[in-house]
């Protein structure tokens, strides 16, 4: 076994915080600003260093993005002392929706759909600037007692000039293009969002991935079947628009923002609780 020793110039690795499929995440504290963060880490074979020195060199999170409350932007990218790709964020508070408890169980449609307008509306912030998030899953979901929060910025693009390890996995909630080896789209985050929203309602994401071989099943669904439908309690409303944001056609997704105006009728709370 290989053990990776951390070494992110400007910063001091406190303790592992979490980990991301190939992302290792640390508590570290800025030497220059003596602040924590969280610093980011991507485990790889191999590197374009020509296209990592282009991201590096060009890297400017935009100022509307992160000004935007439902957004963690990022602060820096780089390289670590072996030359892989790292990433630097603010600490957050509260949990990922991954970590929630009793995620393998169904999320009450209305909470459900708060969070689907709380993440659209940072997707939609994200496409005002013509970028493309690349990576929405319930572990870049935050959710706070002040609202929720999309993290996971610039992870897809470091991603893309990297071998990834052996037996790494894509993400359930990929695109169809994306499994067909196109690079994302701002049409694909939106199916994304879809995808995890599924999941939250279903209690298990539409096209699972498990098991030896799931891998080529995963994409055979993605590409080729119908989601089941979603459990008889999820309203129709909320249901057709998960359906039509994970159209394997990204032209016929909706946009993000129609996601964040989405209303599901009266009494829907507009925002999940903490």
Known sequence: MTVIIERVRGYRL???????????VHLARSASAGTDVLVK??????????????IVRGFAFPEPLAA???????????????GRPYLVTPVHEGLTLADRPGRSLPMPPAQAAGLLRAVAGALAA?????????????ENVIVTGGGVALTGFAMSALM???ELPDGTVPSVHAAPEE?????PEQASDVYALGSMVYELLAGRPAFP????GSTARFTLGVLTESPAPLPAGVPGELADLVTKAMSKDPAARPAATDLAAFTMGAGVPGTPPP
């Open 126 to 138: 994200t496409h005002a600037v013509d970028g493309v998030h690349g990576r929405v899953k319930q």
């Open 179 to 183: 499994l067909e080896g196109r690079a």
């Open 209 to 212: 991935l498990d098991g030896p």
């Open 68 to 82: 935007h409350a439902g957004v963690i932007p990022v602060l820096e990218v780089g390289a670590t002392g072996d």
């Open 160 to 162: 893309s000039v990297v």
């Open 14 to 24: 406190l303790e592992r915080a979490g980990q991301d499929g190939p992302w290792a």
């Open 41 to 54: 880490t991507l485990a790889c074979h191999r590197v374009d260093k020509r296209a990592l020195k282009r």
